[in-house]
């Protein structure tokens, strides 16, 4: 698991307007807490933190966050984003023991052709982006993957069916859909239906027309007094 050194200053000054003076420097306000611990008010450069999550275990990077010459393991809990610019706002850092199971999300890739699926013009389908699991700091994995070559038009792969490494669970309902299969609409079935919707409108209109003839004729009259 990968472990990168982040250098955080404390002693920000909290508040909405510091926080917007603080973002105009490149820097990031955040907050390191933890069991044991009271909760830290830091700032951390948006650079240095853009550099020390690059690398493939992205968030769930374990990092020597250092704050005032004091080491604290800690990971990304949350990293909150601008909502249209998606830039980094604020950052929630929390302290790990790296002997102590944590849950944390990561993400899924799919691996393999499902030859069967394709030649059903079927589609697999990535029904969960991200999986939560538990283990310890070091044990987690930059992501899980699924081999799909197996599947067919009647699959579905749930977190139960997972492989997932040694010393790592995943969290949630055995039988919650990880990988699905959906069906694709083919050329011939739409112009199947399209001739259907025609033939049914003809039908109306011509219904339509059978009660104006019958409903014809003059109406009686004085005559039939």
């Known amino acids: 698991m990968s472990e990168t050194i982040l250098t955080a200053t404390s002693g920000r000054d909290t508040g909405s307007a510091n926080a917007r003076r603080e973002r105009a420097t490149e820097s990031i306000p955040a907050v390191v807490y933890g069991r044991g611990m009271d909760p830290i008010s830091i700032s951390v450069q948006r650079r240095d933190l853009r550099l020390a999550l690059s690398g493939t275990a992205g968030t769930n990077t374990i990092l020597d966050l250092t704050v005032d010459g004091t080491v604290y393991p800690a990971i990304v809990k949350e990293l909150q984003r601008d909502p249209v610019r998606r830039t980094v706002q604020h950052v929630d850092f929390i302290q790990i023991d790296l002997s102590s199971e944590i849950t944390v999300s990561v993400p899924v890739r799919l691996e393999g052709a499902a030859k069967a699926v394709q030649d059903e013009n079927g589609l697999v389908d990535l029904a969960r982006t991200e999986i939560e699991i538990s283990t310890t700091p070091r044990n987690i994995p930059d992501e899980i993957v699924v081999d799909v070559t197996d599947m067919t038009m009647d699959s579905t792969i749930t977190i139960g069916d997972l492989t997932m490494p040694a010393g790592v669970t995943a969290v949630g309902e055995v039988d ?50």
Do not use: F, Q, S
């Not at 050329?187 to 059978?210: I, K, R, W, Y």
């Open 176 to 225: 919650w859909a990880v990988v699905t299969v959906l069906t694709m609409r083919t050329p011939v079935l739409d112009e199947e239906d399209a001739a259907a919707e025609d033939a049914a409108a003809e039908g109306e209109g011509d219904a339509d027309g059978g009660d104006t003839d019958a409903g014809g004729g003059e109406p009686a009259g004085d005559d039939a007094e």
